[in-house]
């Protein structure tokens, strides 16, 4: 097969083109990293080695020179999980809003102790004039039911 007849793609020989990038220089090599896509990459949660990585950097490099754009991108990333969680909560799941009430709301499944909400205490011991009343009564409906020859 002659190069004349080559066609790009998979099987073919592909094209080469150029592009203008702008973006911070850094590295010794000078490359130039677009901040926008740094804080694009952090707001899908790429770690900072995947983003050093996919631009052949150094972590510290990419630390020193980007450490707003990927504190942004994760601030965004927060925001946007917040939202599908809130979305999710109001659309009926309430697994969701459990979990939401107990993490935005300092909600809790114990409750709050409050004084005034206590159980009145136990006691075992019977007031003496309370015990003599019931006997009283005790013996007078016994009376009357022998009265009646039940």
């Not at 969680?85 to 109001?90: K, N, Y």
């Amino acid at each position: 097969m002659s190069e004349e007849k080559a066609k790009p793609g998979p099987k073919g020989v592909p094209k080469w083109g150029t592009i203008t990038k702008e973006g911070i220089i850094v590295g010794r090599e000078g490359r130039v990293v677009p901040p926008d896509e740094i804080e694009h990459l952090a707001s899908l949660g790429c770690t900072d080695r995947e983003i050093a990585k996919y631009f052949n950097l150094s972590e510290s490099t990419l630390r020193y020179n980007f450490s707003e754009y990927l504190t942004k991108g994760r601030h965004q990333l927060r925001i946007t999980l917040r939202q599908a969680q809130l979305r999710v909560a109001i659309e009926g799941n309430p697994t969701m809003l459990i979990w939401l009430g107990k993490n935005i709301l300092q909600q809790t499944d114990q409750g709050m102790f409050d004084e005034s909400k206590r159980p009145l205490p136990w006691t075992d011991s019977f007031d003496d004039d309370a015990v003599e009343e019931q006997d009283e009564e005790t013996q007078i409906y016994d009376e009357s039911q022998e009265q009646d020859g039940i």
